[in-house]
């Protein structure tokens, strides 16, 4: 079964730098990209990006490329987002996600969410 | 990027009824929409892939059409387990985007 299972509530103060956490079991870790969605509260999804674990090649959406940056370990299975320069407007709860079999780019497998709050 | 227009935003119904989300694409993208459940305080659920591909596990009652630039989403005898938020994606062109979803609530 697959699942992927994210770090727990982060609160932060603005200015400050978070790093999230994806870990994936179930599957081969290196054979699917890995996304990340955010929402803001009572709002819709946006991308913010992805990451290939094979080679750790990412791909940004534009308006997260210096907001955000994405890694990935092999050794553990474990996606990465760190969010620096945090604001207010990072407020939001952060989806990791991934595609199914023959799936193409539409998201099978999600995240719990992890809530990052930014408040001082 | 490509915007993803769904309408309404809010369709109140009654268990039982049947009903028909809309999403419309800014341009053709042939069938490369997805459509998901989202319920409060939950992650998304994929219902729906590529316009009208159905998804192991998800009930019969949800099914997708359309191509180009219109497409819906359909829920035959809506029960009280579907009031939640639609949200549909396209994956035609890189980055993939997101509708800004229809909350279907209980009239």
């Known amino acids: 079964e697959v699942q992927l299972q994210q770090s727990g509530p982060e609160l932060q103060r603005p200015g400050a730098s978070v790093k999230l956490s994806c870990k994936a079991s179930g599957y081969t870790f290196t054979e699917y990209y890995m996304y990340w969605v955010k929402q803001r509260p009572k709002q819709s999804l946006e991308l913010i990006g992805r990451i290939d674990p094979e080679d750790g090649s990412t791909d940004y959406v534009e308006k997260f490329k210096n907001k955000a940056t994405l890694t990935a370990d092999t050794s553990s299975n474990t996606a990465y987002m760190q969010l620096s320069s945090l604001t207010s407007e990072d407020t939001a709860t952060y989806f990791c996600a991934r595609s199914g079999y023959g799936y193409g780019l539409s998201f099978a497998y999600w995240g719990q969410g992890t809530l990052v709050t930014v408040s001082s | 990027d490509i915007v993803l227009t769904q309408s309404p935003a809010t369709l109140s119904v009654t268990p039982g009824e049947s009903v028909s989300l809309s999403c419309r694409a800014s341009q053709g993208i042939s069938t490369s929409i997805h459509w998901y459940q989202q319920k409060s305080n939950e992650s998304p659920r994929l219902l729906i892939k590529?316009?009208?591909q159905s998804i192991s596990g998800i009930p019969s009652r949800f099914s997708g059409s359309g191509s180009g630039t219109d497409f819906t989403l359909s829920i035959n005898r809506v029960e009280s387990e579907d009031f939640s938020v639609y949200y549909c994606q396209q994956s035609y062109s890189l980055p993939l985007t997101f509708g800004s979803g229809t909350k279907l609530e209980i009239k």
């Open positions: 590529y316009a009208s």
